[in-house]
């Protein structure tokens, strides 16, 4: 890769003593964040949600970068272990600890053990808007047709 992003990493958790927030592989794009809960495991009943703590903590120094908290595939396609919200946001300044919701999709228990990968960290650019009240919007051939207005 070769853009990159400065970023602190504060470890919280005695789960990162064995290993460090790392890339995957190579051209990975997503750090794999952990389960950092003090039991040995927990258990999810179906389609409830739970908040876990990750156990770690980051200051963004790149300006203009902000963090992103994604699914990590696998475990959503088959153990249906997603982010509740769809997407977290981890702002450039906050400076607590990183906490993933899960949400149990599936029709059964699934249980998550201490130190397993549960979501994916991302850092990626975010704007602030400069925003400015009008009183009407300009045109377009689409206008206000949504959720599926186009035809697809």
């Avoid at 003593?17 to 964040?33: F, K, N």
């Avoid at 994916?120 to 009240?133: E, H, I, K, S």
Wanted: charged share 20%; glycine share 12%; with cysteine.
């Amino acid at each position: 890769m070769s853009a990159s992003v400065n970023v602190n990493v504060r470890y919280m958790h005695p789960v990162w003593s064995e290993s460090a927030l790392t890339y995957s592989t190579q051209d990975s794009v997503g750090l794999d964040l952990r389960a950092c809960f003090d039991q040995a495991a927990l258990t999810l009943k179906p389609g409830r949600r739970q908040a876990i703590p990750a156990g770690v903590a980051i200051e963004i120094l790149t300006p203009g970068i902000a963090g992103f908290i994604f699914s990590r595939s696998g475990l959503g396609t088959k153990e249906g272990l997603v982010v509740s919200q769809g997407v977290g946001v981890i702002d450039p300044d906050y400076r607590g600890e990183i906490i993933v919701s899960l949400r149990n999709t599936s029709r059964t228990e699934r249980t998550i053990d201490q130190g397993q990968r549960i979501a994916q960290l991302l850092f990626l650019p975010a704007f602030q808007a400069r925003l400015f009240a009008v009183d009407q919007l300009s045109e377009t051939s689409r206008g206000q047709g949504g959720f599926g207005h186009t035809g697809h």
